[in-house]
C-alpha cells in the first residue's frame, strides 16, 4: 500500500518571507511520480509543481520550488516571497504505474500568509 | 481550452434518493479519475475509466456506487439511496494518456449535501 504523510496540518508565514511544506510517502514502485497541489477556498484543486522519481533534479517553477529526497522518501515544497494569493490547502500526491493508477493523497496543509 | 468541467457543481439530496454528478474531460483526455474528499481531508481514489471501460474501481465502495464512462457524453458517477455519510466533495480528474503524461487535471468538483 502506498501512503503519503503530511506531518503539519496548518504552517503560518509572514507575507514575502520563505515557507517549506513537509511530505514523506512511502512505496514499492520504482517508477512514480510526486506532485503538489493547491486548493484556495474555491476548493479548485491547481497543480502546483510535479516531480519525475526518475529526476534527480529539482522541479521548479516561478517562486515554488522541491527539495526531492528520494532516499529520505521525502518531497517537501517551497514556497519564496509569500503572497497573500498563495493562502490556501496544499496537498502532496503520489502516483505510479506510469499515471495508470489513481493518485494518494497527503492530508494536507493549511498555509496562511499573514500580511 | 477548456478545463475538465463537473455538473452540477452543487447537490442536495434526501435520504435514499439518487445522485447522478457528471463530468466531461479536457479536450483530447480519454482518461478520467474520480476523487471523494470528506471535511478536513485529502482526496481518496475511487475509480479509473476510459471511454467504456473500467480501469480500476478499488477504492469504489460496493454497494451503492457506480460509474460509467460512455462513448458519447460526460462521465457519470451515480450514488444511488444516498445516505447522510455520502455528504462530501466528489472531483473529476482527466489525463491524456498515462505512461506519457502522467498529470491529472482536476474539474471543480461537485459538493454533495444529503439532508
Known amino acids: 500500500a502506498q501512503t503519503v504523510t503530511q506531518s503539519q496540518p496548518e504552517m503560518s508565514v509572514q507575507e514575502a518571507e520563505t515557507v517549506t511544506l513537509s511530505c514523506t510517502y512511502d512505496?514499492?514502485?520504482?517508477?512514480?511520480?510526486l506532485f503538489w497541489y493547491k486548493q484556495p477556498p474555491s476548493r479548485q484543486m491547481i497543480l502546483v509543481i510535479r516531480?519525475?522519481?526518475?529526476?534527480?533534479q529539482n522541479a521548479t517553477e516561478n517562486r515554488f520550488s522541491v527539495n526531492f529526497q528520494k532516499a529520505a522518501k521525502s518531497f517537501s515544497l517551497k514556497i519564496s516571497d509569500s503572497q497573500l494569493g498563495d493562502a490556501a490547502m496544499y496537498f502532496c500526491?503520489?502516483?505510479?504505474?506510469?499515471?495508470?493508477?489513481?493518485?494518494?493523497f497527503g492530508k494536507g496543509t493549511h498555509l496562511i500568509i499573514q500580511p | 481550452n477548456a478545463g475538465v468541467m463537473q455538473n452540477p457543481r452543487h447537490l442536495v439530496r434526501r435520504r435514499g434518493q439518487e445522485a447522478r454528478l457528471r463530468c466531461s474531460p479536457m479536450?483530447?483526455?480519454?482518461?478520467v479519475y474520480w476523487y471523494r474528499q470528506l471535511p478536513e481531508e485529502g482526496l481518496k481514489f475511487m475509480v479509473y475509466?476510459?471511454?467504456?471501460?473500467?480501469?480500476?474501481e478499488s477504492g469504489m465502495p460496493k454497494e451503492r456506487f457506480s460509474a460509467e464512462f460512455p462513448k458519447e457524453g460526460p462521465s457519470i458517477l451515480r450514488i444511488q439511496q444516498v445516505v447522510r455519510g455520502d455528504s462530501a466533495a466528489y472531483f473529476c480528474?482527466?489525463?491524456?494518456?498515462?505512461?506519457?503524461?502522467?498529470?491529472?487535471?482536476f474539474g471543480p468538483g461537485t459538493r454533495l449535501l444529503v439532508l
Open positions: 500526491a503520489l502516483g505510479t504505474g506510469g499515471g495508470a493508477d489513481g493518485l494518494t
Open positions: 516531480q519525475e522519481a526518475y529526476k534527480q
Open positions: 479536450k483530447g483526455h480519454s482518461h
Open positions: 512505496t514499492s514502485e520504482s517508477d512514480y511520480y
Open positions: 475509466l476510459q471511454k467504456e471501460n473500467i480501469i480500476d
Open positions: 480528474a482527466s489525463s491524456p494518456n498515462p505512461g506519457t503524461e502522467e498529470t491529472q487535471y
